[in-house]
């Protein structure tokens, strides 16, 4: 089954515009982590924001915050005053309780216009 | 402190060729990945090392060895190169306590 969902393949926003990455996941932990990463066109994985399942607030990283609504399972990653070079591919992942490894969603192509 | 680094960043192989993809990280992290990624999806593990000595399959392991050499280093070697095999290869590594992973650069791989 899949543990990461991302619905939207591709997004366009406005330069200063807020956007707003949708994220699901499917777990059975209590314990998890959550994380969103950039892939620019120039293709190396950059690691934005990360939130624990016991974080009681938010995570917010300068532009970047996710927006975590644990009963609906979600975690969505909002980037305020979009720029130019925020025009990327977006991965949101997950660490499960005890494991090393993440699981990653397909990605959302964020393009922003002057 | 250059993080996370890999070799070749590209490289053209004939189905049936070998080669093996080096990783080294700096950052003294435990835990060392390897994934793969096609056109149009996300990453798909293929196999990793939580610490020093240890090795695990992923997701994507078929056609794949890996040798964990040392703390810093993380080899990814093709025995026989498909087609199929044809992608672009990272590396990353990790500690905790959140085991947000870094990646290198990655490897274009084109088999032929």
């Known amino acids: 089954a899949q543990k990461i969902t991302q619905t939207q393949p591709g997004m366009f926003v406005q330069e200063k515009e807020a956007v707003t990455l949708d994220c699901t996941y499917d777990?059975?932990?209590?314990?998890?982590?959550l994380f969103w990463y950039k892939q620019p066109s120039s293709g190396e994985m950059i690691f934005l924001i990360y939130q624990g399942s016991y974080d009681e607030q938010n995570a917010t990283e300068g532009r970047y915050s996710l927006n975590f609504q644990k009963a609906r399972k979600s975690a969505n990653l909002v980037i305020s005053a979009s720029q130019l070079g925020d025009s990327a591919m977006y991965f949101c992942a997950m660490r499960e309780l005890n494991d090393y490894k993440l699981s990653f969603g397909a990605g959302t192509t964020v393009t922003v216009r002057a | 402190n250059a993080g996370v680094t890999q070799t070749p960043k590209f490289q053209v192989l004939k189905t049936g060729q070998s080669m093996t993809l080096q990783c080294a990280q700096d950052?003294?992290?435990?835990?060392m990945y390897w994934y793969r990624q096609d056109p149009g999806m996300g990453l798909r593990l293929i196999y990793y090392s939580a610490s020093e000595g240890t090795t695990d399959k992923g997701e994507v392991p078929n056609g794949y060895n890996v040798s964990r050499l040392n703390k810093r280093e993380f080899s990814l070697r093709l025995e026989s190169a498909a087609p199929s095999q044809t992608s672009v290869y990272f590396c990353?590594?990790?500690?905790?306590?959140?085991?947000?992973?870094?990646f290198g650069p990655g490897t274009r791989l084109t088999v032929t």
């Open positions: 777990t059975s932990d209590q314990s998890y982590g």
């Open positions: 990353a590594s990790s500690d905790p306590p959140t085991y947000e992973q870094y």
């Open positions: 950052m003294n992290h435990n835990s």
